[in-house]
């Protein structure tokens, strides 16, 4: 039931979304002038930190696991703000690494909201409150949720490289969704702008146009940016998210306690020198945990231990 609810969320936050950028294609006319984004943006906003605190509800009613990550979001939010206080060059923010990062590590629900949360807080913390705020929200969680959609092969050269092709087309597609928020009234009647009586198709050939004229090359520093971090940072980040996803249990099947081995799905790249640590008199148990002396079920214990010699004989447990 809580996975279902978890879902539906997310389906109806991707939905508001979806519609918040996609009505200029869809709707044949609108309110006019620079009221209309304003009009629109309070409600994607609402709706959007409704859904979000819904999930992050039903992710702490999940028990521990939930908790854990929450915590984990709340940490990478904040190293979100962190990377985005020192500004933008050109398009670009080393903020989008965390989410790229993220994203691939512990999947698409996850990049998602963490691209969401951290917008938000980083739009609280640096100033950047306004009606483009919400549509900010959406377009950096979807950045999140394609990285998590990646395929994530046994070399890390091949991890590393998609991962990085992928940072420079999501740093195009987020430019060219960002501009769609502003696009059907700051372009006004040119020949660029939108038109309420054309069609889809009429109106998509407009926006190309106006994206490529005025957004190109504004956005090409956010996809170069992208690639390179990946490039350089990804395999020590996805090393260690890696890990935490392994032990916290974000994204794949329970350890087996009896076994002491991680169920990982075949193809899932292990990092070189990151390798989940075991206490040294424990079965299947991760570093940092409290050792126990030896499994119960496989080391005999004191009451089996205990031997009772005399008139009664010889009795075991």
């Known amino acids: 039931m809580t996975s279902s609810a978890r879902a539906a969320l997310l389906v109806a936050c991707n939905l508001l979304g979806l519609a918040a950028f996609a009505w200029p ?102 100033g950047g409150l306004g009606p483009w705020l919400p549509f900010q929200m959406v377009a950096v969680g979807w950045v999140g949720m394609g990285a998590g959609w990646m395929p994530r092969p046994n070399a890390w050269r091949r991890r590393i490289a998609a991962l990085a092709a992928y940072g420079v087309v999501s740093g195009f597609a987020f430019g060219a969704l960002m501009n769609l928020w502003f696009w059907p009234f700051a372009a006004g009647g040119s020949e660029l702008g939108w038109a309420p009586e054309g069609g889809a198709a009429a109106n998509l050939a407009r926006y190309g146009t106006f994206y490529a004229a005025t957004s190109l090359a504004w956005d090409s520093a956010r996809a170069v940016g992208n690639a390179v971090l990946v490039v350089v940072l990804g395999r020590p980040l996805l090393g260690a998210l890696d890990r935490a996803a392994r032990r916290m249990q974000l994204e794949f099947p329970a350890r087996s306690i009896v076994e002491g081995e991680a169920e990982e799905p075949a193809g899932w790249p292990r990092p070189r020198g990151i390798g989940v640590e075991e206490s040294p008199d424990s079965t299947g148990q991760d570093a940092g945990e409290t050792p126990r002396r030896g499994d119960p079920r496989t080391v005999p214990q004191k009451a089996d231990r205990l031997r009772v010699t005399g008139g009664e004989g010889e009795r075991v447990g």
């Open 25 to 126: 294609f869809v709707v044949p006319a609108a309110l006019g002038g620079d009221a209309a984004g304003r009009a629109d943006a309070p409600y994607v906003g609402v709706g959007l930190i409704v859904c979000l605190g819904a999930l992050l509800f039903v992710e702490l009613g999940r028990g521990a696991l939930g908790a854990k990550e929450v915590a984990l979001i709340g940490v990478l939010g904040a190293a979100m703000v962190a990377l985005r206080l020192p500004g933008f060059i050109g398009g670009f923010s080393a903020m989008f690494i965390v989410v790229l990062v993220a994203g691939n590590a512990f999947g698409p629900g996850f990049g998602f909201l963490l691209g969401a949360t951290g917008t938000f807080a980083s739009g609280l913390f640096v």
